[in-house]
């Protein structure tokens, strides 16, 4: 398993500012996956962190909007950038479990509004 | 690709009634089959997980679901119900291995007293 620790748990923040989402796991785990939940529906990937390589994004999210640090493999960061009232929802980071089970393990997530 | 559809948006049951939350899938592929529970104001848990073998997969809290490969269907049940079941459930898939999920839309069950 994995225990997964995510700050911060909320904010409210102002449009056209940035803020940075920390997620640290207990264990080394390869990839590490970011999804946004707005509000009323489900989770929808914004992007899968390798340590050491660029994230990869999934079609309508991008890097300049997105940006992903992996810098070793417990430890990844996403920040939402120029923020406006459309980015406010959910944001919760996942591992994949270390133990090369199929399953996967979420944060509690970061929940954003933007004013 | 894949997607997973969601039939019920909403579920709304009396307390110790059985139910059931349906799950359809579409994939070219073969894939694996989860289904997630998020309490209210927290991340997301499994429940269960279909990765092969028997259809019948039992999971935490009661729950079990059914992989019926020709209906593409992965429907969550639980003969009866308690208040603190009262949640937001995922039902999701992957063709592989990795963490990459693609949920539904979700199922919101309210139980009531």
């Known amino acids: 398993s994995a225990v997964i620790s995510q700050k911060p748990s909320r904010d409210i923040c102002q449009r056209g500012t940035s803020l940075t989402i920390q997620c640290q796991v207990d264990s080394q785990v390869t990839m590490m996956f970011w999804y946004r939940q707005q509000p009323g529906q489900s989770l929808t990937l914004i992007a899968t962190a390798n340590q050491g390589s660029e994230a990869t994004y999934e079609s309508g999210f991008v890097i300049d909007k997105f940006p992903i640090s992996r810098p070793n493999l417990t430890f990844s960061t996403l920040t939402v950038s120029n923020m406006s009232p459309e980015d406010s929802s959910i944001y919760l980071c996942?591992?994949?479990?270390?133990?090369?089970?199929?399953?996967?393990?979420f944060g509690q997530g970061t929940r954003l509004t933007v004013v | 690709a894949q997607s997973v559809t969601q039939l019920d948006s909403q579920v709304p049951v009396f307390e110790e009634a059985p139910v059931e939350l349906r799950c359809n899938y579409s994939s070219s592929v073969s894939v694996y089959l989860f289904w997630y529970v998020q309490y209210p104001n927290q991340g997301l848990q499994l429940l269960l997980k279909y990765l092969s073998g028997s259809t019948l997969v039992k999971g935490i809290n009661g729950f079990e679901a059914e992989f019926n490969k020709s209906q593409t269907s992965f429907h969550l049940r639980k003969p009866s119900v308690h208040i603190s079941d009262t949640a937001e459930y995922f039902c999701?898939?992957?063709?592989?291995?990795?963490?990459?999920?693609?949920f539904g839309q979700g199922t919101e069950l309210s139980v009531k007293p």
């Open positions: 996942s591992v994949e479990d270390p133990s090369g089970n199929t399953e996967a393990f």
């Open positions: 999701a898939v992957t063709p592989n291995q990795g963490g990459k999920l693609i």
